[in-house]
């Protein structure tokens, strides 16, 4: 079982950064693909970001392509999401996933197996 623990979240001003950490433990996730979600009260949880086994494939929702991005370290077993030029619309809570039956970079909420239990954001002046 692997565990799965967010952190870095906090409160930036529009236009400002953050990086967010999800460290894993109880496990490897090196033959893991992983990924970012996020949510706000009252709607569901929506992709952000997603990352195959080996780091070399990444994919990105549309609204935070350019400004997000995902990586990841097998050797510290930890995977990252850098946020630049946040806007107001990426509050949130985001949430890191793990994948434990395919290493791919999937979108799917569904597709993953573990969570962490998220770590906020909120954009504000």
């Not at 529009?14 to 709607?43: E, H, V």
């Not at 949880?45 to 990444?58: C, E, L, P, Q, Y």
Request: aromatic share 12%; with cysteine.
């Amino acid at each position: 079982q692997v565990q799965l623990v967010e952190s870095g979240g906090g409160l930036v001003r529009p236009g400002g950064s953050l990086r967010l950490s999800c460290a894993a433990s109880g496990g490897t996730i090196d033959n893991y693909g992983m990924a970012w979600f996020r949510q706000t009260p009252g709607k569901e949880r929506d992709f952000v970001a997603t990352i195959n086994w080996s780091g070399g494939a990444h994919y990105y929702a549309e609204s935070v392509k350019g400004r997000f991005t995902i990586s990841r370290d097998n050797a510290q077993n930890t995977v990252w999401l850098q946020m630049n030029g946040l806007k107001p619309e990426d509050t949130a809570v985001y949430y890191c996933a793990a994948n434990k039956d395919y290493n791919g970079a999937g979108k799917l909420r569904r597709q993953y197996d573990y969570w962490g239990r998220g770590t906020r954001v909120t954009v504000a002046s």
